[in-house]
């Protein structure tokens, strides 16, 4: 079994036989493989494209579906952006008209195994009347799954306040790294976290998102969550009102973060009347691949974070700890219902002023119309 790896390349033009083009993984991030199931004859050709997310492409056995099969052909890792346009291919070529097994192996043996959740693929498997068929492949995979979160649920701890049960935290690994870029090489050691992206920057200056905070009736980040590599630039565009971009934690989201004594970024109050058409604008430059967790520390009348203007990125979608759980979380916290358990910090003042850890000092009572106009 002979298997390539390319970066959208065109396959060869002394190719023989047919060409069959499966997608590997959804494009709205879908743990599936589109079709999930084809028949090729011997010389034929099955192109595999990477859509977002971080999926592989590996060969298993029908007894093992989750398993690497020995000398079994594997993609690797093949992590995809979600604003990525030129997508990664994987090309093995058929030999014979034997069942080939596929599975991604993504969170392999664990409670989130893409595989146990049913992302697998077959070629030339037997008919559904057979027992080599592709459904009965398939239910085993997610009897894997099944099997896997009996004997490890998902680990749990507690928010940082009012006794919330959120997902625990992933073990990062550690990995070192030869980045190849353009006429560039370098090593690079940094944490691995699962369904995080690789570690090569797009480009030697990074590629640039555009992140809009705020606008006129509206309490959030649009997206609200990137994927983005290393050197990648994020240019967070502030629209009307008076709002912030201040990194925190999934455990505390709606204050800032500070660890191991190293406060996280803020870009502080960013004031924005109604009147402006051209807008200010904040940029946070991404140094590795972890999850980042930023909100709006905007308390006045109440918590912009409470009501759910958080941002996240390169979060795992895949577990306990996505975008969606995370909003979830500062809701849970410092919403409307939760304001009288939450800290003094997190809450609105309720007096129609800045809050005071912006560090501005609005002493003069002719300013408070101009400051009330951009709450």
Aim: proline fraction near 7%.
């Amino acid at each position: 079994m002979f298997a390539s790896l390319s970066l959208g390349l065109a396959l060869l033009p002394f190719a023989l036989g047919a060409v069959h083009d499966v997608q590997v993984g959804g494009k709205g991030g879908e743990l599936v493989f589109q079709p999930e199931a084809i028949f090729a004859a011997a010389g034929d050709q099955v192109v595999f494209h990477f859509n977002p997310k971080n999926h592989t492409v590996t060969q298993s056995s029908f007894a093992d579906p989750c398993g690497l099969k020995e000398g079994g052909f594997n993609s690797g890792f093949q992590p995809v952006a979600a604003n990525q346009t030129t997508l990664p291919t994987y090309t093995v070529s058929v030999n014979n008209t034997d069942p080939i097994w596929v599975y991604c192996a993504q969170a392999a043996r664990t409670a989130n195994s893409h595989c146990g959740k049913g992302m697998v693929f077959a070629i030339n498997c037997g008919s559904d009347d057979k027992p080599n068929s592709f459904t009965n492949f398939k239910k085993s995979a997610l009897a894997v799954g099944a099997a896997l979160a009996t004997e490890a649920p998902a680990a749990t701890t507690t928010a940082a306040y009012g006794g919330l049960t959120i997902a625990a935290a992933p073990t990062p690994t550690l990995v070192t790294s030869v980045i190849t870029l353009q006429s560039s090489t370098w090593t690079t050691t940094y944490s691995s976290y699962p369904n995080s992206p690789a570690p090569t920057p797009a480009t030697l200056d990074g590629a640039v998102h555009k992140v809009i905070v705020g606008g006129p009736g509206k309490l959030a980040f649009d997206p609200p969550r990137l994927t983005a590599l290393p050197r990648d630039v994020i240019v967070f565009e502030f629209h009307q009102k008076n709002h912030t971009v201040t990194q925190s934690s999934f455990e505390d989201p709606c204050r800032p973060l500070t660890a191991d004594g190293q406060k996280g970024f803020d870009s502080g109050f960013i004031p924005v009347a109604d009147s402006l058409t051209e807008f200010p604008t904040w940029n946070y430059t991404v140094k590795d691949t972890a999850p980042v967790w930023a909100y709006c520390a905007q308390l006045a009348g109440s918590s912009h974070c409470g009501a759910g203007m958080v941002f996240a990125i390169n979060s795992d979608e895949s577990s306990g700890r996505s975008f969606n759980a995370f909003q979830g979380v500062a809701k849970t916290l410092n919403g409307t219902a939760a304001s009288s358990t939450a800290p003094a910090d997190t809450k609105g003042t309720g007096n129609g002023a800045v809050s005071t850890r912006s560090g501005f000092a609005l002493g003069v009572t002719a300013f408070f119309a101009l400051v009330a106009s951009l709450l």
